[in-house]
């Protein structure tokens, strides 16, 4: 991911995808830098962000179709 081509897309797809990736990688610190020049990405992670662990304190199970529903309002949809 080349940090200045990095889209919002891009970066909600990593964050959704690869939550556990190096801190220091190189796709990370792209997408440090773009977090901290996008508003709508610095939202969009503090709502994934209060949503997992929301999901872990209550350990909250959706379906298959519920998850597809989602991942196609977002725009995420493989």
């Given at each position: 991911?080349?940090?200045?081509?990095t889209?919002?897309?891009q970066v909600m797809h990593y964050?959704?995808?690869n939550l556990g990736e190096d801190i220091d990688s190189p796709k990370?610190?792209?997408i440090k830098e773009h977090l901290n020049n996008c508003g709508?990405?610095?939202?969009?992670?503090k709502s994934v962000d209060y949503t997992i662990m929301f999901?872990?304190?209550?350990d909250v199970k959706i379906s298959e179709e519920a998850h597809k529903r989602l991942m196609n309002h977002l725009g995420l949809e493989d």
């Open positions: 991911m080349d940090k200045q081509n889209t919002c897309k964050i959704c995808d990370c610190i792209a709508n990405c610095q939202t969009y992670f999901y872990k304190k209550y």
